[in-house]
């Protein structure tokens, strides 16, 4: 029979390449991971590892149980929580991976909510943008993953809805891009009206994370311009403060603004729009789960306010 906890060890064996390695990561010593792997060796009955050296390669049957083992794990994550709060505990844990800007605006908000209402249910938050936080989930490192893709972008960077066919999808709210320029900037007295983004055609550019990067080019591209990347930070804070300095001119969402409140600046409304759509994902067996569900519905109401 096959054991949980040899799974887990296996999967950490396969993510680091060697039985030290995997003992670092999993808190424990290099024999306790070295019995373990014999010991699923012998419940499977055909060898997982090829030790090279002190690397590990997965056979063709360890790369196949590493592939089931993370549904496997999350299932059974799934089950423990569930048993759990049928049986009255009150307790759960959520992994929530979030990208930065939300990080920021959406999941203080729903987690306050959250601790309001279910005290005894602990958040852990780490933060990753995506494909990488869609990676996560599916992986069994996390539980709940924000994620977001640009209209239009199915097909062309794998945010696609096939993408996320097999996931449980709750929208959170649609962020539109505006851009970022000095206050004293031409286009800063354009007051409340709109711009096409051609008029920033030979305007030094700040760009953003890489997945928005890929975004600001194709969307100049459509005006029939290439932008000159003079900078490139995934930090929000500094693009607002590169603009604020002078140095150039952003495109970045709203929701990414929010985060910021940048001086020196001003945003100015883009059309034609170009929007991203701010989702919460999870999977199908861990939305059956409490504390997950609950965090869910939470992260709903933030993005409605």
Aim: charged letters at 20%; aromatic letters at 2%.
């Amino acid at each position: 029979m096959i054991e949980a906890r040899h799974l887990r060890v296996l999967r950490a064996v396969a993510a680091s390449g060697s039985f030290s390695a995997a003992a670092r990561d999993l808190g424990c010593t290099q024999p306790a991971v070295s019995q373990q792997m014999k010991a699923l060796e012998t419940s499977v009955g055909t060898p997982l590892l090829v030790r090279t050296g002190r690397e590990m390669r997965l056979t063709q049957a360890g790369e196949a149980l590493v592939r089931h083992a993370n549904g496997i794990l999350a299932g059974l994550t799934a089950a423990e929580e569930e048993v759990a709060a049928i049986a009255g505990l009150r307790a759960g844990r959520v992994r929530l991976v979030s990208f930065p800007s939300g990080s920021s605006t959406l999941v203080p908000t729903a987690l306050a909510a959250l601790r309001a209402a279910h005290p005894g249910t602990r958040v852990s938050l780490e933060e990753a943008e995506p494909p990488r936080s869609v990676e996560l989930l599916r992986e069994g490192d996390c539980d709940v993953a924000l994620a977001f893709r640009y209209e239009g972008a199915a097909g062309r960077d794998g945010a696609g809805a096939e993408e996320w066919a097999d996931l449980v999808v709750r929208p959170l709210l649609t962020d539109r891009l505006v851009a970022l320029v000095p206050e004293q900037h031409r286009l800063a007295r354009a007051g409340s009206g709109s711009v096409a983004i051609a008029e920033l055609a030979d305007e030094p550019w700040i760009a953003g994370c890489p997945r928005c990067r890929g975004q600001l080019v194709e969307v100049c591209a459509s005006a029939g311009f290439t932008p000159r990347i003079d900078f490139a930070t995934d930090d929000y804070p500094a693009v607002a403060g590169l603009v604020g300095a002078g140095l150039g001119v952003a495109v970045l969402p709203q929701l990414a603004v929010e985060s910021v409140r940048p001086r020196g600046v001003r945003t100015v409304t883009l059309e034609p729009a170009v929007r991203r759509e701010i989702v919460a994902l999870t999977l199908p067996d861990l939305s059956q789960v409490p504390a997950v569900a609950a965090t869910l519905d939470e992260l709903v109401r933030a993005g409605a306010r």
